[in-house]
């Protein structure tokens, strides 16, 4: 294969994947998105996302040749790049020089959501990690899907690296109105919970999750707000050491696991 | 009060400072460590572990004039040091300009173990931050202690930030021989499971844990190892997604949260 070049750290193209990945307001005017390595590359190109342009080092090239040839087969544009340029574009010391600019894939709308199925929702969580890190979760253990209410974007680079290609796969529904859905899954006889530190609260490992269950996880710091504490089902984790010692992917993975188990 | 100042970058004390906290082996030269940040001090200066030198910059004085006393009435030392200083100890780019200088705090004997308690153990964990949640998640749920073999330094900034202080707290048990150390607790009537994505292996969920519980953790890319794989009944989290998609401190959280259900 032959692949046009790209040298400079000024070219165009290199700086609107810089913007791209820094950038979240440019994501959604441009409805595109940058992610960098081998194996979420190799993800975006199995998802429905639209492949736009795949940049690579030739020793990205001669490592990982027929996963790339293979990558981009399914872009619009493929680009050797420098090392200088892989170094602009990276955010780690250590880049493999694979990176890809995808278009935004289509998420789901409300009305797909099952009311017999299992879904959690994020309400303002702020930490892409964070996000990236319970979505990954959620798709290991089989949950339907995540409703996001607030969040920080998951289109961030470092949100899908944590995520490892789950937000490529896992079913997301965007709302900006979390109470109204909720009033409306609950109509539709959906056991819709928010978790709470409060140790008055039923025990997750207590509450009927048989039926479709939504359950709503908060904020790291705040929790969920009181609106939407007001419209649920309080759940608690029963804990024997310092409260605060459970973060907000690790509350939200157990929460799951009950969920699913 | 009033303290001694540090201003310039390179006083031995600071050079000293930053080399605790770069560099494993002159940690364990020194038998002392570093951390950053003012709740990780404090829980410091609340632990067991002696408290040597106190940093901190005229705005932290300003913001945290209490806690700083505190901790500094603990302290051997206390330094007001200026902002390029802290700017120099600091990992992060918004400082709280609060740093501390602790002795090892004496781990506990393998002797200390209640056959009786439930403990987790860490084979080979690489990732400081992943160590760091494993215990953090430990404490939360009530774990009795962690046992480490040829694990990341607890000591390294990064492990402590992310156990926000757990491993200050919890009892951490050191170890050069596991296999040994799991055929003593094995003839003292203790359960030791191994967790294996192996489906064939029985489910987490349909184990015995009633009575005293080793849980061991491998290794983030290779799991547990073979040796001590052989010594252990086997035990798998159900998944139904995509099993690589949870990682080992995630699973770790769902292991410790069956033991202590």
């Not at 995540?146 to 690296?161: E, H, I, S, T, Y």
């Not at 609106?227 to 993975?253: H, Q, W, Y």
Request: negative net charge; glycine residues 6%; charged residues 25%.
């Amino acid at each position: 294969m032959r692949f046009l070049t790209i040298d400079s750290v000024n070219n165009e193209k290199i700086k609107h994947a810089v913007k791209l990945s820094s950038n979240a307001k440019y994501r959604r005017e441009c409805g595109a998105f940058f992610l960098e390595g081998l194996r979420l590359c190799r993800d975006a190109a199995e998802s429905a996302a639209d492949i736009i342009t795949l940049f690579f080092t030739e020793d990205a090239y001669e490592k990982y040749t027929h996963d790339i040839e293979r990558i981009a087969g399914k872009a619009e544009t493929a680009y050797l790049i420098s090392a200088a340029c892989a170094n602009k574009l990276s955010d780690t010391k250590t880049s493999q020089g694979v990176f890809l600019i995808c278009g935004f894939p289509l998420l789901a709308d409300e009305s797909e959501i099952d009311t017999n199925g299992k879904y959690i929702a994020l309400e303002s969580i702020q930490d892409p990690s964070n996000l990236g890190a319970v979505c990954r979760t959620a798709e290991a253990l089989g949950i339907d899907g995540a409703v996001l209410c607030g969040c920080c974007d998951v289109f961030n680079p470092k949100a899908q690296r944590s995520a490892m290609g789950s937000l490529l796969r896992l079913k997301i529904i965007k709302t900006d109105d979390l109470s109204s859905l909720i009033l409306k899954l609950k109509d539709r006889s959906m056991t819709v919970l928010a978790t709470t530190p409060d140790s008055r609260a039923k025990s997750v490992t207590e509450i009927d999750m048989t039926g479709g269950v939504l359950a709503v996880i908060g904020n790291e710091g705040n929790g969920v707000s009181q609106e939407i504490f007001d419209l649920c089902d309080l759940v608690t984790i029963p804990m024997k050491g310092r409260a605060e010692s459970l973060n907000a992917s690790m509350a939200a993975a157990l929460v799951m696991w009950e969920m699913m188990r």
